[in-house]
């Protein structure tokens, strides 16, 4: 049984940071482009960063960048998400996502929320 568990989130102030964690299982985790998305009522979902398999090249979503660093450890299973300078429009669920071709997971998701 695959499983993707997400950490790390939290209550934090503008400004600060946070990182989150995605630990995967039952899966060959290296084989697997890994995404982070997320999501509020009002925007929908978004993705947020992707990290190719070997973890040599990323992109994220032009609201994050330069504030955000996506990386993995695949002798962890784990992928991370760095991030700094939150803002209140970062609030929101953050979900890892692993993909390899028709095969896609998702984790359950940890709540971020950035307020004073």
């Known amino acids: 049984q695959v499983q993707l568990v997400e950490s790390g989130g939290g209550l934090v102030q503008p400004g600060g940071s946070l990182r989150l964690s995605c630990t995967g299982s039952?899966?060959?985790?290296?084989?697997?482009?890994m995404n982070w998305h997320r999501r509020t009522p009002g925007k929908g979902r978004e993705l947020v960063a992707a990290?190719?398999?070997?973890?040599?090249?990323?992109i994220y979503a032009d609201s994050v960048k330069g504030r955000f660093t996506v990386s993995r450890d695949n002798a962890e299973n784990t992928i991370y998400l760095q991030m700094n300078d939150l803002k209140p429009e970062d609030t929101a669920v953050y979900f890892c996502?692993?993909?390899?071709?028709?095969?896609?997971?998702w984790g359950q998701g940890t709540q971020v929320t950035v307020s004073s």
């Open positions: 996502q692993a993909v390899d071709g028709s095969l896609v997971y």
């Open positions: 039952g899966l060959s985790f290296s084989n697997y482009a």
């Open positions: 990290i190719t398999r070997a973890g040599g090249s990323a």
